[in-house]
C-alpha cells in the first residue's frame, strides 16, 4: 500500500488564490516529485527534488524538500483555471535500491473561476 | 525529458481475453516502468522492464498475468492476460530519464473489460 501521506485530499479554491499541499512520511527519502495529472492524460513532472532543505521553483509552483528528508510540500500562487487536476507526490526512499517511486494519493484541486 | 507513446489509448475487452499494450520512447532509456492505476486511485507500480532480461516484478503482480517484452531500448510491451472486470484500469509506461530518478510517463492505455 500507499506509504506516502498526502494531504488535503482535494480542495476547492477560487481563481487567484494560493494553493499549498504537502506529503509526510515515516521514511526517509532521497528524492521528491511532484506530478500533475489531468483527466485523459498521464501524470506530467512539475517538480523535482534532490537535497534536504533544497527549495525549488517552475513558474508559479513551488516546492520544497523537507529538512527531515521525510515531507515535501508544493505550493501555486495566484491559481488560474487550467491549474485543475490531481496533484501527485512521488519519492524514492532510502532504504530501498533502483528507481522504484512511492507515490502519495494524490490532491484533487477545483479552482472555480 | 522523453516523448513515450503508448497504443492502444483505450479499448473495451472481453472477459477471459487478453491484451498487449505498447510503449515506445523516442530516445533510448535503460529503465523503463509499467503501473496500473485503478479508477481515482493512484499509480501503483507493476513492474521494471529490463532490456535483455526478464521483468522485475512487484508484490502481487506476477508474470504469467502480466507478462512484459523489452526488446529493445526505446520499446516495451505489457501483457494483461485472462483478463476479468477487476483489471479495468489506466495503464502507464514510464522511463527514468534526465536527472537521477526522473520519471516521465505516456499518456496511459484506459481499459475496460466487461
Known amino acids: 500500500g500507499q506509504q506516502l501521506n498526502q494531504s488535503p485530499q482535494s480542495m476547492f479554491i477560487q481563481e487567484g488564490e494560493d494553493v499549498s499541499m504537502n506529503c509526510t512520511s515515516s521514511?526517509?527519502?532521497?528524492?521528491w516529485l511532484w506530478y500533475k495529472q489531468e483527466p485523459g492524460e498521464g501524470p506530467v513532472l512539475l517538480i523535482a527534488?534532490?537535497?534536504?532543505?533544497e527549495l525549488t521553483s517552475n513558474g508559479r509552483l513551488t516546492a520544497q524538500f523537507g529538512i527531515t528528508r521525510k515531507d515535501s510540500f508544493l505550493n501555486i500562487s495566484a491559481s488560474i483555471p487550467s491549474d485543475v487536476g490531481i496533484y501527485f507526490c512521488a519519492g524514492t526512499k532510502e532504504e530501498t535500491s533502483g528507481s522504484r517511486l512511492t507515490f502519495g494519493e494524490g490532491t484533487q484541486l477545483t479552482v472555480n473561476p | 525529458s522523453a516523448v513515450i507513446s503508448q497504443k492502444p489509448s483505450r479499448d473495451i475487452c472481453q472477459r477471459g481475453t487478453s491484451l498487449t499494450i505498447q510503449c515506445q520512447v523516442d530516445s533510448q532509456v535503460t529503465m523503463m516502468f509499467w503501473y496500473r492505476q485503478q479508477p481515482g486511485q493512484s499509480l501503483t507500480l507493476i513492474a521494471t522492464?529490463?532490456?535483455?532480461?526478464?521483468?522485475?516484478?512487484e508484490s502481487g503482480f506476477v508474470i504469467d498475468k502480466f507478462p512484459i517484452s523489452r526488446p529493445n531500448l526505446t520499446f516495451s510491451t505489457l501483457t494483461v492476460s485472462n483478463m476479468s472486470p477487476e483489471d479495468s484500469s489506466i495503464y502507464l509506461c514510464?522511463?527514468?530519464?534526465?536527472?537521477?530518478?526522473?520519471?516521465?510517463f505516456g499518456p496511459g492505455t484506459r481499459l475496460t473489460v466487461t
Open positions: 522492464a529490463n532490456q535483455g532480461s526478464e521483468a522485475t516484478y
Open positions: 514510464s522511463v527514468r530519464a534526465g536527472l537521477a530518478y526522473e520519471q516521465y
Open positions: 521514511s526517509i527519502f532521497n528524492t
Open positions: 527534488l534532490y537535497k534536504a532543505g
